[in-house]
């Protein structure tokens, strides 16, 4: 007899695939996170030797946890980065999920793997980075992060075999995401903390920093960031590209939100990334793929793989060809982890069936959207931009609100299902923020949240 575990209950998968006709035909709600009116039930008891109804379970996801969690593509989220996947996108991974798509090699998943490459060749041309350039679709921008400056410390480390690996170091600025100082934390190694010249890391700043260092020596690589994910700040590209260059230092690019700009009528701004050894831009943010999928790219494959491929013996049919050869493309070797899902492949569905036009548009809007906030922020008695907008985040200050009211304002908009905004600081002080993001929201949303700061 059969594994009955492995055998499609018929009922069970209508009623699942009815859930998801709905939930994709539905305008998504905003819902509640950890907003709801009460706390999430308690799950005590319901893992159990025999197993439970599937039509109940399913039941209980839906009256009891589904609306618990804040709908990340609604219009609404405007808070952190949002993230929106175009429906081809999520229709296509259902497909990844039903077919048990395996992305690790060249040798199981070629077929998966020349349409992830497809995808991330656009993403490099794009970039200006040269033809041959490549790497894997990754988890998030974190895990492209680290992978990415593991490949930057090694290649530094055999630059300058004088340094012992734990002496080498990154120059980062002081306003680089967290999940870079989370990255030099694991692989054990320094920043040069750079101070940037009014949130931008600039060629200036970093040549400061050098100066007053005792052991500028040690730096073997440069952190910069196409677009700072609390206020869509872009360093200098072209300064820092130029330079590290010109110094045999390896210069990575943090797109993981701004990236997606490359799109946009702002993309002049991102010209600098052709400089990079390493580029990571995330398609779950703003080139609306579902979560989660980082796109990370490296200049030069080969080093990377050099660097980060898994041997061992029964691997050993993964790696026939030559250190030089690329044909047989491993997604395993350009990232941390081994096993991993094909997630690269509801993005390429979208990007070939919506055309590159469709994501242009849709990524300009964005920026449209932050621009039109500006000015009606700008045209309030009592609000002021805390800066000028970049890209498509807004930074502003409800004139005599501190952080107490921020809060009970933001909490008031989920309670109420307005919007999701939440407050961040801003050189010390809390102000508001907008992370504009899906094509959707409307004007009429963003004059309603501004609207509710003065009743
Ligand atoms: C979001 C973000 C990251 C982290 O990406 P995850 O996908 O959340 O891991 C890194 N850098 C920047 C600039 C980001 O905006």
């Known amino acids: 007899m059969k594994d009955p575990m492995f055998q499609l209950d018929k009922e069970l998968a209508e009623a699942i695939f009815r859930y998801c006709r709905e939930r994709l035909e539905m305008d998504a709600p905003l819902d509640f996170g950890s907003h709801a009116d009460s706390p999430p039930p308690s799950l005590e008891g319901l893992i159990t030797a025999g197993g439970r109804d599937a039509i109940d379970t399913l039941q209980f996801f839906t009256d009891e946890l589904a609306h618990r969690v804040v709908s990340i593509d609604s219009p609404g989220f405007l808070a952190f980065i949002p993230n929106a996947p175009t429906m081809n996108s999520r229709l296509f991974d259902m497909v990844v ?4 798509l395996n992305g690790t090699s060249w040798l199981e998943s070629a077929g998966a793997v020349v349409a992830e490459n497809q995808a991330l060749a656009l993403l490099a041309e794009r970039a200006g980075l040269p033809a041959g350039s490549g790497g894997a679709f990754v988890s998030g921008g974190t895990a492209g992060n680290l992978s990415a400056l593991t490949v930057g410390r090694d290649v530094g480390h055999v630059r300058h075999p004088e340094l012992a690996m734990h002496e080498v170091r990154f120059a980062v600025s002081a306003d680089a995401h967290s999940s870079i100082g989370k990255a030099l934390h694991v692989l054990g190694i320094k920043a040069l903390l750079v101070e940037p010249d009014d949130h931008c890391f600039t060629l200036a700043s970093l040549e400061r920093a050098l100066a007053a260092d005792p052991h500028p020596e040690t730096v073997v690589g440069i952190v910069a960031t196409s677009g700072t994910t609390n206020a869509g700040i872009i360093d200098d590209l072209e300064g820092l590209g130029a330079y590290a260059r010109a110094h045999d230092l390896w210069f990575h690019v943090d797109g993981a939100y701004g990236g997606a700009a490359l799109f946009s009528e702002q993309r002049e701004l991102l010209s600098g990334i052709r400089h990079a050894d390493s580029f990571i831009v995330d398609p779950h943010k703003w080139l609306f793929a579902p979560l989660d999928c ?6 030069n494959p080969v080093m990377a793989r050099k660097f980060l491929a898994q041997q061992a013996s029964y691997l050993d049919v993964l790696h026939t060809a030559d250190a030089e050869d690329l044909t047989e493309w491993n997604p395993s070797d350009f990232g941390l982890h081994l096993s991993r899902r094909a ?3 509801p993005f390429w569905f979208s990007l070939v069936t919506n055309g590159v036009s469709a994501y242009e548009t849709a990524t300009q809007a964005a920026i449209t959207k932050a ?8 045209a309030r008695e009592g609000f002021e931009l805390v800066r000028p907008v970049s890209l498509s985040i807004v930074l502003y200050r409800r004139q005599g609100w501190g952080a107490e009211e921020y809060n009970a304002w933001s909490d008031r908009l989920l309670r109420e299902q307005v919007a999701f905004v939440t407050p961040t600081k801003w050189e010390g002080e809390t102000v508001a923020r907008f992370a504009f993001l899906h094509p959707d929201t409307s004007y009429e949303l963003i004059d309603a949240v501004l609207d ?4």
Request: hydrophobic fraction near 50%.
């Open 294 to 299: 980082c796109a990370l790219l490296y200049r």
């Open 452 to 455: 509710s700061m003065t009743v």
């Open 343 to 345: 997630r690269g492949l």
């Open 97 to 100: 999920a039903a077919s048990a």
């Open 371 to 378: 621009q039109y906030a500006a000015a009606s922020i700008e």
